[in-house]
Structures are given as C-alpha cells and as structure tokens.
C-alpha cells in the first residue's frame, strides 16, 4: 500500500468515526433519505437554503465507512455553494473526494449520499453514468 492509499484511507476512517455535518436540521429546505438495500447502508440528507445557496446541510444514517465518509465529505463540500454549483457535482467529484480506488461492488456505498443530494433536492433518482443493475 502506498503511503497516498494509506492516507486517504486513514481520511476516510476519520470522516467515518468523526463525521462532519452529522445529525439533522430542524426545518429543512429539503430532505430525502434512501437505502442501498444490497448492503443496508442509509443515509438521509436535509437542506437549508437561503437565496439559492446552501446555508446548512446535516446528514444522518448508518453503514460502512465508505457510504458514511462519503456523506461526510459531500456535506462538507457543498456547504456555502449555491444550488446551481452543488448541481455540478457528479460521480467522478465524489469517487475523486474519496481518493481511493472502489470496486464496483462498492460504487453503490460511495455513491448513495449523492443520489440522496440530487433527489432530495432537484428530483432526480439517477444522474448521468449511474450503472443499470
């Protein structure tokens, strides 16, 4: 393993056990929650927007260090951006967040809390590349 692997995953274990933006907001702008039902992980995103920018954003769940870290840094990242920019984010932004190679076993964990993002607040229940099972 090298030591740029072994960083992210240390990276990744810390926004596991110490994850930012935990918990809920009390009247959200927006709010969805989803499952991956392959592997039981859960996680649910609420919104506050105030004039079109992400004023606050709290996530709750449970799962594998992999879906719960990447919530964490979702979250993280898009605090503060305007809906229009946190639109943009894709699948590629988060996987890169991530800094790891997922296997294809796994994009599902990885992916989850952006597909809970784009649903809760835009609609959507897929984005651009998301695989057919």
Not at 40 to 68: E, N, P
Not at 90 to 100: A, C, M, N, W
């Amino acid at each position: 393993m090298g030591v740029d692997e072994q960083f992210y995953r240390e990276y990744i274990l810390d926004h596991y056990k110490n994850p930012r933006n935990f918990g809920h907001i009390e009247h959200p702008t927006y709010t969805h929650e989803e499952d991956n039902p392959l592997c039981g992980d859960v996680v649910g995103i609420d919104l506050l927007v105030k004039d079109g920018v992400v004023d606050d954003i709290k996530f709750h769940g449970r799962g594998c260090a992999i879906s719960q870290a990447s919530a964490s840094l979702l979250t993280e990242r898009i605090k503060g951006m305007s809906l229009d920019e946190a639109r943009t984010i894709g699948k590629e932004d988060v996987l890169s967040e991530l800094g790891i190679d997922i296997s294809p076993a796994r994009i599902k964990c990885a992916l989850l809390s952006l597909k809970v993002l784009k649903a809760g607040a835009w609609g959507l229940g897929e984005w651009p590349g998301e695989e057919e099972e």
